[in-house]
């Protein structure tokens, strides 16, 4: 979900938003990972409110420095100041994120309740983001970072990350 | 500066920073690949709320503080975290058992800061608390897990808790300072999260195949600066770069 504030943005600096990607997962650009809080421009200045998905993210001094960068190379200079509240959730991945991921190879998160039943119970309702199969069976509730956990199909029998519900 | 609400942060930041440590001990010596790396995805979660926390007592410092020199640079006697959270590793059982019975307060005590009237820690906590809810979730498993699996997980697991048990009293034991913030509707009445903490973690150790030790409390200091020797040993190695290289960062 993209603010409505953030649509309306001029598209140059759409665009430059565009350009930055989250560095554990680049192909979700940091208006997809809706981490983009607010931006308010004041001529070549802007103000950037920058949210962290999980608290220890060690992606969010790298996504701050990327957005100077970025928007340095246009000439602009930007600021980015992190905000807490309200805390991120995965209900803001954007669809073209959310579409992004399984491509990456990544089941993108299904829901507090699809969670619950996948995580604690083990029902098969977490699909392969390769072969689309639901037949697939946790192996760990933490992954590679933070907010994946590590699932197997168990029909192509590759492994696969799921991005946990987090709200 | 409002010297007690400093005092506080340290008390909220120093139980996950030496606990995040005590974890990332573990890193490459998880006893299996999942659980090495679920136990410092945790250690790196606790790691980021004690950032929050040390930026912004850094912030209503009066001296010139940062999150850095508030983790790195005070000697032992300033660290207020709970004797718990420093015990040693031993084994996988005293690292599940240690962490199950933080895990449980710790998200009832979050449960309860999300509604400090201080805007900072209730949004600290509102973040903090959705972590904290899959670290509960996976330490309680493990216990389970361990407590009702074979002989030896069950003897291990059962001798980890009589060690660790005793020490959840302090959790409760309610400093000056939590009864000021309490006061103030900052911090919560600990007392009040007593029974609750109990009954959720009897349930699951009952669950687990174990039994409540005979010794249920101990004496225990922490929150006022007295530590095992344990912090010591934990200070030197995390303190080493710091002190050998002053203002080093990277
Ligand atoms: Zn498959």
Redo the contacts with the bound molecule.
């Keep these: 979900m993209v603010d409505t504030h953030l649509t309306s943005l001029p598209e140059e600096i759409i665009n430059i938003l565009e350009s930055v990607k989250d560095p554990e997962v680049p192909v979700l650009s940091v208006l997809d990972l809706g981490v983009i809080r607010d931006v308010k421009i004041d001529g070549k200045n802007i103000a950037i409110k920058l949210t962290p998905t999980y608290s220890g993210c060690p992606a969010m001094d790298t996504i701050a420095m990327d957005l100077k960068l970025s928007f340095a190379a246009k000439e602009y200079l930007a600021s980015v100041e992190l905000v807490l509240a309200p805390a991120w959730t995965t209900d803001w991945i954007s669809e073209k994120g959310r579409q992004a991921l399984i491509e990456y190879g990544i089941t993108p998160p299904m829901g507090e309740a699809a969670d619950k039943s996948a995580l604690i119970h083990g029902e098969k309702i977490i699909p ?6 639901t ?2 069976k946790m192996i760990s509730q933490f992954g590679s970072t933070a907010c994946k956990a590590l699932f197997q ?6 492994p ?1 990350d799921y991005f946990k519900c987090l709200k | 500066m409002d010297n007690s609400l400093y005092q506080y942060l340290l008390i909220l930041g120093d139980n996950s920073m030496i606990l995040g440590h005590r974890l990332s001990e573990l890193c490459g010596h998880g006893p299996t690949l999942e659980t090495d790396i679920a136990l410092t995805n945790i250690s790196l979660d606790l790691f980021g709320q004690v950032r929050s926390y040390f930026q912004y007592a850094a912030k209503i410092a009066d001296s010139e503080q940062t999150e850095d020199s508030i983790a790195f640079l005070r000697t032992e006697r300033k660290y207020r975290n709970v004797l718990l959270v420093e015990q040693e590793n031993v084994d996988f059982a005293h690292v599940i058992v240690r962490q199950f019975l933080f895990d449980g307060f710790h998200k009832l005590l979050l449960e309860q800061l999300m509604q400090s009237k201080d805007e900072t820690i209730s949004a600290i906590a509102h973040k903090s608390i959705k972590e904290s809810k899959y670290h509960y979730r996976f330490s309680g498993d493990w216990l389970k897990r361990l407590g009702d699996g074979t002989e030896v997980s069950h003897k291990k697991a059962q001798d980890a808790l009589n060690k660790l048990y005793p020490f959840t009293n302090e959790f409760f034991l309610e400093s000056d300072i939590e009864k000021e913030m309490s006061a103030k509707g900052i911090g919560p009445n600990l007392n009040i999260l007593k029974e609750t903490y109990y009954s959720n973690i009897h349930q699951i150790i009952a669950e687990a195949n174990l039994t409540l030790p005979i010794e249920k409390q101990r004496v225990a200091k922490g929150k006022l600066g007295y530590h095992t020797e344990n912090l010591g040993y934990i200070l030197a190695e995390l303190q080493y770069m710091q002190r050998t290289y002053p203002n080093m960062q990277w």
């Excluded at chain 1, 392969?128 to 199969?133: G, I």
């Design positions: 392969c983001p390769r072969c689309t199969s037949n697939t199909c168990n029909d192509c029998l590759e696969f």
